[in-house]
């Protein structure tokens, strides 16, 4: 009997150690992959695929910059959104465009996200962002969708939705024919009629919010693929891990159009200060490009770390196959 419960033993340990070898084999297939898809010597489709996914985004703004031209002229408002290239727009462009960057920053900052779930889903958004659009671009691409979606996204929401907007409060009604706009209801409510320009800015960031939420937002999956679990205790800990992976994308879901929305209430407020696009266009190229350039850096040092982990692994199994 004890022969028999030692074979039985020895069986279990060895079927433990194949299945331990089996699942730390597909682990670092699965490491080799990630690095490899991070290499800078990206395949011939990934190449292929950046320069559709570039063609797209710039015609999508191409698109946006267009339709916004078409609102102003039939609002017969400015469509260049009082565009004057000058050496103080630029300063102001480039001051507004710090504070936003400063509080990003500190937020995506790995500490914080340690501490703090709703840091943990605004990284995952930024990442997701950045793995399924930027995957494979090189540096002037970047800098080209960067720079069509600042141009793109101001002509559309801050000329012609916020301009139109702000144009409409302010234009002469049918309630009196010789008062303009808000200016004719002053009877009624007259401490709003200043805020007909922020009225216009908080209208559109809700807008803003509101078409990312339903063109960005992550769908729900038809279903889960899950191992099953025999124990209880185990189906409890996949049921915890299911519960918080869902919150983390509830939190995407909500963050997500939520920090679009500030940055256009922002802008917007920027827009009426300076009365120049050329100041919210600076701010938001500078914006993008520093949150996802940093972002991309991050990607790229851990590939790097993840780089000398595997050699150090290679190494040590090397030794351990000599002795």
Partial sequence: MSIRCAKASVERSGEAAIKERESFTGSAMGVTTLDQSFTEDFPVWDKIGAVVR???GIGIYGAMALAGRFICSITGIDSMGGFHPSFDAILEGLGYAVPPIMALLFILDDEVVKLSPHARAIRDVEDEELRSFFYGMSPWQFILIVAASSVGEELFYRAAVQ????DIF???TELVSDARGM???????PPFVPFAQAFAAVITAALTGSLY???ASPKDPTYVVAPVQRSGSAREDLKK???AWYERRQMKKIYSPLLEGILALYLGFEWIETNNILAPIITHGIYSATILGHGLWKIHDHR???RQRIQQ???EGKKSNKL
Avoid: E, I, N, P
């Fill in 54 to 56: 570039l063609s797209y």
């Fill in 163 to 166: 301009g139109a907007l702000a």
């Fill in 170 to 172: 302010l234009r002469s």
């Fill in 183 to 189: 200016a004719s209801l002053t009877g009624v409510l």
């Fill in 213 to 215: 939420y339903v063109a």
């Fill in 241 to 243: 891990l299911f519960a």
């Fill in 304 to 306: 790097r770390r993840l």
């Fill in 313 to 315: 692994l290679k190494s």
